[in-house]
């Protein structure tokens, strides 16, 4: 799941930095990559063999989910920040 | 701290419109061992799953001191031991043990020398028979005040089947554990009682022979 993040996330910089789409158009192609890794590791059956572990670690899944999505926006969005900044200001001097 | 019970009542599983299990009642106090026996197929995993909550019935009442719970592994109130290896293979065997086992048995588990030699490794280093003697134990020893073991005896040596049974008799003490495995005998051995399911019901064995009497065995086997 990190990784998959990781390459939407990559990839939604790709297209954002130049301005293909803006921020909100990007941030709608997350969401719709973080229903796409659910929906695989829901089906993907070594994926929800190792639910059993959380569960009994008393993790809730949702909860989980929810606070990786949530740290994976937060990254992404601090990332693009500093990026555009960058690309600002480099286009400034 | 009081003891707490666990009740399961008019469980409905439906596969297809076939009715797995229909007359279930199944309940388990703090300190006992119950056994629960039943031929292939007969629901035994279905029911534990549901109790755990990772199996959805068409109805079903679970219960702990007569509160209703939605899903045993709510607030870690029930653990459960799947048939198939469940630990996450590219974790430190340590930093998965910590969360989830009793404050009250680390030490114990700790000395225990299948963690004593792989605590610093992930699971994927370990052989099957390895990672399923681990995950057994790990579940055994679990925070949980109840703990599901579905075939925990399964393509494990005589040896070793020996350690769980006592492993589990110890924490038995302080936990609730219903236990399910076709080596009816090590349930015998182990269980306080037991309860059979067969046509989809519960069934109170009170003796050994009330197996024979219900068709789950021709005869009893010599320990």
Redesign the interface.
């Known amino acids: 799941m990190l990784w998959w993040c990781v390459v939407t996330s990559l990839a939604c910089a790709y297209y954002t930095l130049p301005g293909y789409i803006n921020v909100a158009e990007s941030y709608l192609l997350k969401l719709i990559s973080y229903g796409v890794i659910v929906g695989f590791q829901y089906i993907y059956h070594n994926a929800n063999?190792?639910?059993?572990?959380y569960?009994?670690?008393?993790?809730?899944i949702d909860s989980l989910y929810t606070y990786s999505f949530a740290a994976d926006a937060v990254a992404y969005g601090i990332i693009i920040s500093i990026s555009k900044l960058l690309l600002h200001w480099v286009h400034i001097f | 701290m009081g003891t707490h019970i666990l009740k399961t009542d008019s469980v409905l599983l439906e596969f297809d419109g076939r009715k797995i299990l229909q007359d279930i009642y199944i309940d388990c106090r703090q300190g006992e061992v119950v056994g629960l026996l039943g031929r292939n197929g007969c629901g035994k995993s279905s029911l534990l799953r549901i109790i755990?909550?990772?199996l959805k019935a068409s109805y079903k009442h679970i219960s702990i001191n007569d509160v209703p719970i939605s899903k045993g592994?709510?607030?870690?109130r029930v653990?459960?031991l799947?048939q198939?290896?469940?630990?996450?293979l590219n974790l430190k065997i340590s930093n998965?043990a910590v969360?989830?086992i009793d404050p009250q048995f680390w030490d114990e588990f700790s000395n225990h020398p299948i963690y004593r030699q792989y605590h610093n490794q992930k699971a994927a280093q370990l052989s099957g028979g390895e990672l399923r003697q681990l995950e057994t134990l790990?579940?055994i020893y679990?925070?949980?005040d109840f703990i599901l073991l579905d075939e925990p005896f399964t393509h494990v040596s005589p040896v070793e089947t020996e350690m769980f049974k006592e492993i589990i008799r110890k924490c038995s003490r302080v936990k609730g554990i219903i236990v399910t495995d076709h080596q009816y005998y090590n349930i015998l051995d182990l269980a306080d009682r037991m309860v059979l399911i067969t046509d989809g019901a519960t069934k109170a064995i009170k003796t050994p022979d009330d197996l024979i009497a219900h068709g789950y065995v021709s005869h009893l086997r010599e320990v």
């Open positions: 063999k190792t639910f059993f572990y569960r009994n670690a008393g993790y809730p | 755990f909550g990772s592994y709510h607030n870690g653990a459960y799947p198939h290896n469940y630990l996450p998965l969360p989830m790990m579940c679990s925070r949980a």
